[in-house]
């Protein structure tokens, strides 16, 4: 990537202003601005794509909320404090406290805003994702990311948010009090539109996609398939680190460890959670599934060739057959099936007689040398998707206090810039295994949400939950 770019002084008068400026309008961007606008607060994002997309629109679409309306309608006993002792349980503790209970609190009137705006969620029923102890993962019928987005983009640019696509972030305004004045966007004909505003929100990337610092800072991943937006390419850290942002949690990311290979596509957890093992080349399992999918990327890596198999059976096949990216990965011939053992063995290229110890441990009879519990065993006729383990999004970046504000290296707060979703520290902690299912989503929505919050009282107002 080019280097991100900071320029000091003021645009020229004649530039356009806005009191607040957003840059991505992914899952956290248009939030922020759905809720600004509703208070009527002129707000423009800026987005690189002609459609908005990034890793909202290739993640599974789910948020995780605790005390929303539908949870309640749902009959869901939760609270934030339940869900805040869950995430810290995933990640040992490790995970920033203030940052912890921000979201957590935040997250369940976020989902009230967004069903307001007509966003239909409905919470995941049949499961638990791992780490979770109650269902209070959000979705909207279609169980995409990519409806998830058009459906905030809708709501956002309906209330009132102004979109500018095909306009990508090149280069910061910073004015000699430290505050930013405006921000730099190349468009598609080379030209740079210069746009002022009164706040700057960073919505916009992690650095999944910037090979060099994935090296540097999460070296499992070095080697791993990247099933990322390649806008992630570290800039708003870029920025940062030029105006003297402390950084945090560069270690944590959320990697996956059902990539589909070679198809290229996500094969719902939920087929382990359901009962399903991952089996390697030589016909063992490797590691318990259920303790989550971010860890069992690296799991996965470290087997023979870097692959897996996923190995279920009818019950979950019926129930995956749920998930719109299942579906188009069995459309693209990831799903084989084997009448038995013999041919479930030849599909693997194992010896059938270590198969077939494998198999006779996944059962609730058996002490299982991982340390899972199942609750029923696999009957044939077997379903397999070979798979490998890919780095979805990163989780460390910018820091922020508990109302977004950007922390300079003595941990005093930016005049007027705002970080949340990828380009800021999340809540997983510093290493893959902190990742609770759904913090993505949940730093991004929650992040959003209360990052409108602070633009709004950075210009002198208040929002009300009702905005």
Request: charged fraction near 15%; proline fraction near 5%; aromatic fraction near 4%.
């Given at each position: 990537?080019?280097?991100?770019?900071?320029?000091?002084?003021?645009?020229?008068?004649?530039?356009?202003?806005?009191?607040?400026?957003?840059?991505?309008?992914?899952?956290?961007?248009?939030?922020?601005?759905?809720?600004?606008?509703?208070?009527?607060?002129?707000?423009?994002?800026?987005?690189?794509?002609?459609?908005?997309?990034?890793?909202?629109?290739?993640?599974?679409?789910?948020?995780?909320?605790?005390?929303?309306?539908?949870?309640?309608?749902?009959?869901?006993?939760?609270?934030?404090?339940?869900?805040?002792?869950?995430?810290?349980?995933?990640?040992?503790?490790?995970?920033?406290?203030?940052?912890?209970?921000?979201?957590?609190?935040?997250?369940?009137?976020?989902?009230d805003l967004l069903a307001r705006h007509g966003l239909a969620f409905e919470v995941l029923d049949g499961f638990l994702y791992p780490g979770h102890h109650a269902r209070r993962m959000h979705a909207l019928p279609e169980r995409t990311g990519q409806a998830l987005v058009a459906a905030l983009e809708r709501a956002a640019t309906s209330a009132g948010a102004m979109l500018l696509t095909r306009a990508l972030a090149r280069e910061l305004w910073v004015g000699e009090d430290g505050r930013i004045t405006a921000v730099g966007c190349e468009r598609p004909d080379g030209s740079v539109e210069v746009i002022?505003?009164?706040?700057?929100?960073?919505?916009?990337?992690?650095?999944?996609?910037?090979?060099?610092?994935?090296?540097?800072?999460?070296?499992?991943?070095?080697?791993?398939?990247?099933?990322?937006?390649?806008?992630?390419?570290?800039s708003a850290i870029g920025w940062g680190m030029q105006l003297g942002a402390r950084l945090a949690d560069l270690g944590g990311y959320q990697g996956h460890g059902s990539w589909a290979t070679p198809q290229g596509a996500l094969i719902s957890w939920a087929v382990m959670m359901d009962g399903g093992v991952q089996i390697n080349a030589d016909g063992l399992r490797f590691h318990d599934e259920t303790h989550g999918y971010s860890e069992a990327a690296v799991h996965v890596l470290a087997q023979p060739g870097g692959v897996a198999w996923n190995v279920f059976d009818d019950r979950t096949l019926a129930l995956a057959r749920g998930f719109p990216d299942f579906v188009a990965a069995e459309e693209g011939h990831a799903l084989k099936t084997c009448a038995g053992l013999p041919e479930l063995a030849a599909l693997i290229g194992c010896a059938a007689d270590t198969l077939r110890q494998t198999l006779q441990a996944v059962s609730p009879d058996a002490d299982d040398i991982h340390g899972r519990r199942f609750e029923r065993g696999l009957q044939a006729p077997y379903h397999a998707v070979k798979v490998t383990g890919a780095l979805f999004h990163t989780q460390g970046g910018l820091d922020i206090d508990a109302q977004c504000r950007v922390l300079d290296r003595d941990g005093q707060a930016l005049p007027n810039l705002l970080a949340a979703g990828g380009a800021a520290r999340g809540v997983s902690g510093n290493e893959v295994s902190g990742y609770l299912s759904g913090n993505g989503l949940l730093s991004a929505v929650a992040g959003g949400y209360i990052a409108a919050a602070t633009a709004a009282a950075t210009l002198g107002q208040t929002l009300s939950r009702e905005f």
């Open positions: 990537m080019s280097a991100p770019l900071i320029k000091h002084g003021a645009p020229d008068a004649d530039a356009m202003h806005v009191p607040v400026l957003i840059i991505g309008a992914g899952a956290c961007g248009l939030t922020a601005a759905l809720r600004l606008a509703s208070a009527g607060i002129d707000t423009v994002l800026i987005e690189r794509d002609a459609t908005p997309s990034g890793s909202t629109a290739l993640s599974s679409g789910f948020i995780p909320a605790a005390g929303s309306a539908v949870q309640r309608t749902a009959g869901i006993d939760d609270d934030a404090a339940r869900f805040a002792a869950d995430i810290q349980a995933k990640a040992h503790g490790t995970a920033a406290p203030h940052l912890v209970a921000a979201y957590t609190g935040a997250a369940a009137p976020a989902m002022g505003c009164d706040v700057l929100i960073l919505a916009c990337n992690g650095f999944g996609g910037n090979a060099a610092m994935v090296a540097e800072h999460l070296p499992a991943m070095r080697d791993a398939v990247y099933g990322g937006h390649v806008g992630n390419d570290g």
